[in-house]
């Protein structure tokens, strides 16, 4: 018998997770980053900091009011660093990675996007966190431009050509929206792990990767979901819009794409063998695209899913113009 040496090691890199703490917090991002096991700290909107930390990261997105910052908490000792243009945090369980891209300096949007993907393709190959559990994305514009041209779906392409096969056969949960703030530089952020999560996807939904090609030539490379690979549940919900099969549903009715897209949450979670409900251990993020819209849609949130769940409402445009809302979030449960 063979007694591999690299045995402990091996076991320990399979362990399961403690779970990521995430929380929206009024705390100062001073204050946050002074913690030694913060893994990052994200402001959101106009917000006017500037923390040379990596784990700072400002997302250009206008929120209702002043926004919360977004905290992640990892459990070991974090460290960080930058390396060329990817800013990064980790503990050994995790890691934050993230990327500024100037869509000038790489020749428009969809080279951006490619050179981001390989980018972090690039990082985690060579890190002790390589499988990605959430990718976050943000451009300008998102909808300017018609048919193929549409900037998101030039961004689809160049993520498919940058992934260049990093996910193998399952992708990470994401989000892609619309900053408006005429800067034309790419925001990709994500959360990496030691080990694998496991994707979900919605049975009321066509996923993603095979929407038709009637959506752009490239289909959005994401899962509906993925399940940590933590000890206990937690799931990382992607942005989740009023799309059934592979149809918007519900042009101009933002009650009722709210509606639908909580019918889709609660597939997802069902899909993923979650039974816990909403609640405190389920912070919601929400971009509306019409800011009169953000009173009526915290309102109809609050009527269906009670005060108990964190809610971050951003202004920013969702990648079909017919789409007036989406929601994404985490879950323990
Ligand atoms: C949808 O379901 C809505 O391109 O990464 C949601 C989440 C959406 C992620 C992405 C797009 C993306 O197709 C849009």
Request: glycine share 8%; aromatic share 6%; hydrophobic share 45%.
């Amino acid at each position: 018998m063979t007694v591999r040496p690299s045995h402990a090691l091996d076991s320990a890199v399979s362990a399961p997770l403690a779970p990521l703490r995430v929380e929206y917090s009024s705390a100062s991002a001073t204050d946050a980053l002074a913690q030694p096991d913060t893994l990052a700290v994200i402001g959101f909107g106009d917000t006017p900091q500037v923390h040379a930390d990596p784990r700072w990261l400002r997302v250009r997105l206008r929120s209702e009011a002043p926004a919360p910052l977004e905290i992640w908490r990892a459990s070991g000792r974090v460290a960080h660093g930058r390396d060329g243009d990817v800013a990064w945090s980790s503990d050994g369980a995790y890691a934050f990675v993230a990327l500024n891209v100037d869509e000038a300096a790489l020749g428009g949007i969809s080279s951006a996007a490619q050179h981001a993907y390989a980018t972090l393709a690039r990082w985690s190959r060579a890190s002790a966190t390589p499988h990605f559990l959430r990718i976050w994305n943000y451009l300008d514009a998102i909808n300017d431009g018609q048919g193929d041209t549409e900037r998101y779906r030039q961004f689809c392409a160049g993520r498919a050509a940058g992934m260049d096969g990093m996910f193998g056969s399952s992708y990470p949960a994401a989000t892609a929206i619309g900053l408006r703030d005429g800067q034309r530089v790419l925001q990709v952020y994500a959360l990496a792990a030691r080990a694998p999560g496991c994707a979900v996807e919605n049975p009321r939904q066509v996923n993603a990767w095979r929407y038709p090609r009637q959506y752009g030539p490239a289909a959005p490379g994401f899962a509906r979901a993925m399940r940590a690979p933590t000890a206990t549940p937690q799931l990382y919900i992607s942005g989740t819009a009023a799309i059934v099969g592979h149809a918007s549903h519900h042009p101009e009715d933002i009650a009722a794409q709210l509606d639908e897209t909580l019918a889709n949450v609660r597939s997802l979670l069902d899909a993923a063998g979650s039974h816990a409900p909403l609640d405190a251990q389920s912070p919601l993020k929400v971009y509306v695209r019409h800011a009169p819209d953000m009173p009526v849609v915290r309102g109809l949130l609050r009527a269906r899913l009670g005060d108990a769940v964190p809610l971050l409402l951003l202004e920013g445009d969702i990648c079909r113009r017919e789409l007036l809302l989406e929601i994404e979030g985490i879950h323990a449960g």
